[in-house]
């Protein structure tokens, strides 16, 4: 079977929507899944977004970074437009760096249960100093589980420089 019916897509609402509205308050509600084809198999999907922002919420300056989501699924997948409308919502909310990736982490666990993800924030310095928080997770009872614990351990062998941040 090749391309998915309308039943599979119901749920699907924002993809192809041209009427858009943004929020520009924290929203999980905005994120949507769909089924995953291939439960049989594992394999990552990475999300790349480089216009993340946020408010420091002490000082309500904006903070600016790239999020780096990576996951396997199980039975379900994160909408990628639903993911980019939800990650907009952050746009004036109020949170240090590493609650934003553990919000964000913990939403996508929420939806999809996966068998396994990470969220890495590479923020841009302010002040002089770049915060880049990792978290992740790993399907507790199972080798995602053993996965997360090693990646955690090694998710940062190579250190940045100021040429490939």
């Known amino acids: 079977m090749t ?9 699907i609402t924002l993809l192809g929507n041209q009427n858009n509205t943004y929020e520009y308050h924290y929203n999980p509600g905005i994120l949507e899944s769909f089924d995953n084809k291939h439960p049989g198999r594992d394999y990552f999907v990475k999300f790349n977004c ?3 922002t946020s408010l420091c919420p002490i000082t309500g300056q904006p903070d600016f970074a790239t999020i780096y989501i990576c996951y ?3 039975i379900k997948m994160v909408e990628s437009k639903s993911l980019k ?14 609650d934003c990736m553990n919000i964000i982490m913990n939403d996508l666990i929420e939806l999809m249960d996966p068998r396994y993800i990470e969220v890495w924030g590479k923020f841009t310095p302010r002040g002089g100093i770049s915060i880049d928080p990792y978290t992740n997770y790993g399907k507790p009872g199972t080798h995602y589980e053993e996965m997360a614990a090693y990646r955690l351990m090694n998710h940062d062998l190579y250190p940045e420089t100021i040429t490939n941040r």
Do not use: A, C, K, M
């Not at 391309?3 to 749920?11: A, F, K, S, W």
């Not at 907009?88 to 949170?95: A, C, K, T, V």
């Open 3 to 11: 391309g998915r019916t309308n039943e599979e897509l119901q749920d």
């Open 50 to 52: 480089p216009e993340f």
């Open 72 to 74: 396997i699924p199980d």
């Open 85 to 98: 409308l939800y990650l907009f919502s952050f746009r004036n909310h109020g949170d240090f760096h590493e």
